[in-house]
């Protein structure tokens, strides 16, 4: 078979461990060509890509980023981009394509497998919002990165009496933050699943102060909202593709903390930090597990499919189940025990 592989959205880490992996199971058990397509669908539609082999692959699996580089360039944006797509598929002959990315590219790939395009799904994302898949390779890697960064925000806050707002990445859900402020010890964690009101913040925090001496970690999700009516966010910014722009959460609730309440804050956003260097071992391990899946369901004909992880076992699963649905942070988890910790 000749297998194309491409890497599309924002840069995640496990993405060198998750095609190191497609390449060492395709060539060694199956004697495939595999062709890395570059940057994303920019490389599919550009016809930019480049041979890759074992070789090529030596020291991958520790190393961030993406050998391929990647982009949000999307088919939508260039002339009659998707039948493009296809057709520079067919005439490089590429028996299947494995396209590692989050939503955007996942909703590509569903839209080529329409066309009669032969494409197998591979979910990344540090902000696992992929639906009917426990978890998505690069979660648990920033999770690590920003518990870390909670830890060390802990004691320069204790030291100066102050509310230490932190700000995480995960879009309009709350995964990183509900995890990571879990794993930090935060004393509130704001995400875009339970619309927040400052006021109800604020009293959290005066109670834990009561005593005096105080040290706080509060933990906003970038897609983190106000309760209607509760607090003045400003006008909605859009970015270049008009979606709304986020970040500047953790900014708006500092400013309003200390304003309300009177205790010193400081503000720090985590961004991309959290999306840089090595993978951890277990993003290193799902990411080969996924990796030898793709390649197996391309040699099953099983196009159309996502690779997912279900309990301790790799699955397939549509694509069209997967796109246009967003996983939330489950009640049980939020509710059930990030909320007890609560003051
Ligand atoms: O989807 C991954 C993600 O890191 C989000 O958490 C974040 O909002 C976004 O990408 C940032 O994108 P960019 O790299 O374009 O700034």
Redesign the pocket.
């Known amino acids: 078979m000749r297998l194309g592989i491409l890497t599309g959205?924002?840069d995640?880490p496990g993405l060198n461990a998750v095609i190191r992996a497609v390449v060492r199971k395709a060539q060694k058990d199956f004697d495939d060509e595999i062709i890395g397509f570059r940057d994303g669908w920019a490389g599919v539609l550009e016809s930019r890509f480049m041979p890759l082999d074992i070789t090529a692959m030596r020291g991958a699996l520790p190393r961030g980023g993406t050998i391929l580089g990647t982009s949000?360039s999307h088919p939508a944006y260039y002339e009659g981009g998707f039948e493009r797509a296809r057709m520079n598929l067919d005439q490089m002959g590429i028996d299947c394509l494995i396209a590692i990315g989050?939503d955007g590219t996942l909703a590509v790939s569903q839209r080529l497998i329409e066309l009669g395009g032969r494409v197998i799904g591979v979910p990344k994302?540090?902000?696992n919002d992929i639906a009917l898949t426990d978890f998505t390779f690069g979660f648990n890697t920033a999770v690590q990165i920003a518990t870390d960064l909670i830890d060390r925000l802990h004691t320069t806050a204790e030291s100066h009496n102050r509310v230490m707002v932190v700000e995480v990445?995960?879009?309009n859900v709350g995964h990183?933050a509900t995890h990571a402020g879990i794993a930090g010890g935060a004393t509130v964690i704001l995400v875009p699943e339970y619309p927040f009101d400052i006021e109800v913040v604020c009293e959290q925090l005066r109670r834990r102060h009561s005593g005096g001496r105080y040290a706080s970690i509060v933990v906003v999700a970038?897609g983190a909202r106000p309760r209607e009516g509760t607090m003045d966010t400003g006008p909605v910014q859009l970015d270049e593709w008009g979606n709304p722009k986020?970040?500047g959460m953790g900014e708006l609730v500092g400013r309003a903390i200390s304003d309300r309440t009177g205790f010193e804050s400081r503000v720090t956003v985590l961004g991309?930090v959290?999306?840089g260097g090595t993978p951890s071992a277990y993003d290193r391990v799902l990411c080969t597990r996924f990796g030898v899946e793709a390649a197996v369901a391309a040699h099953d004909h099983d196009f159309g499919k996502m690779v997912a992880l279900k309990g301790e076992h790799i699955v397939r699963v549509p694509l069209s189940e997967v796109v246009g649905r967003e996983k939330p942070v489950a009640a049980e988890l939020f509710e059930g025990v990030a909320e007890v910790f609560f003051p």
């Open positions: 959205g924002g995640c949000r989050g994302t540090i902000d990445m995960g879009r990183v970038e986020l970040g991309h959290q999306r």
